[in-house]
C-alpha cells in the first residue's frame, strides 16, 4: 500500500503489546507467543529493549510445529522459517522483528522499501515527527493505524499538504483455517501455512491495489 514503510523503533516500549507477541491457532484455541524481553525502565525505547531469555527461538518453532503441521502449505515453508526461528540469536527485539518482517515481505512477493525511524532528523511533538519523517521522504500521503487517531493532529497534516490514510483492520475475507472456528486476530504466519501462494488474496493491501 506504500512506497517506503518506516519501523517507528525510537518511541517508548510498552508492555502488553504487539512488538514482541502474536497469535496462532491450535487444537485447544488461541495461543500467545512471547518473545521475553528486558523491561528495565519505564521510558525504554524500542531499539533499545534485549531479549531476556535466548531460549525463546526453540520453543516458538517447537509450538509452531505441532500446531501447523497438518497445514496444508507447511511443509513447502517449513525450512525457510525453522531456519529462522533458529538463527534468531539477536540480542534486540527490534532486530528480530526486522529480520522476520524482511522474510515474510519476500514470502509474500512484497518489495516495499523498510527503514528505520532513528534514520531520520526528527521534530519535537508526537505528530511533527510522524510528518517530518514523511517530508523528509518526499511522500505526500501517510497511512496509519486507526489507534494513532487519539494523538494525531489531521489538520496540522493538512497545512502541511500529507494526505492522511487510517487503516481498516475490518472486513477480512476468511480462509482455510486450522482448528474452527475461524479467527481472524492471528499471526501471518497462519495465512501463509493456510494458503501458501494463495495467501495475498485475502490481504487486502493486494485486492484493493
Known amino acids: 500500500m506504500v512506497d517506503e514503510f518506516v519501523l517507528y523503533d525510537d518511541v517508548q516500549y510498552t508492555k502488553n503489546d504487539w512488538r514482541n ?18 523491561h528495565e525502565k519505564r521510558d525504554q525505547l524500542i531499539i533499545n529493549t534485549k531479549i531476556s531469555d535466548h531460549r ?3 520453543k516458538h518453532w517447537a509450538t509452531l510445529s505441532q500446531n501447523y503441521s497438518k497445514a496444508k502449505y507447511f511443509k513447502d515453508h517449513r525450512d525457510l522459517f525453522e531456519s529462522l526461528y533458529l538463527s534468531s540469536t539477536d540480542e534486540y527485539l527490534s532486530r528480530i522483528n526486522y529480520r522476520f518482517i524482511t522474510a515474510i515481505n519476500k514470502v509474500l512477493g512484497i518489495d516495499t522499501r523498510l527503514r528505520w525511524s532513528s534514520e531520520f532528523d526528527l521534530q519535537s511533538g508526537r505528530t511533527a515527527r510522524l510528518l517530518s519523517i514523511c517530508k523528509q521522504c518526499n511522500a505526500t500521503e501517510y497511512f496509519s493505524g486507526p489507534a494513532a487517531k487519539t494523538y494525531f493532529d489531521q489538520e496540522l497534516a493538512r497545512k502541511e499538504n500529507i494526505n492522511v490514510h487510517w487503516v481498516d483492520y475490518g472486513g477480512y475475507q476468511e480462509y482455510t483455517q486450522l482448528y474452527p472456528p475461524f479467527e481472524h486476530r492471528v499471526s501471518i504466519l497462519d495465512l ?18
Open 21 to 38: 507477541r502474536n497469535i496462532i491457532k491450535t487444537d485447544q484455541g488461541s495461543q500467545w507467543l512471547t518473545i521475553p524481553v528486558k
Open 56 to 58: 525463546w527461538p526453540q
Open 192 to 209: 501463509i501455512f493456510s494458503e501458501g501462494p494463495n495467501a495475498h488474496n485475502f490481504m487486502k493491501s493486494f485486492t484493493n491495489a
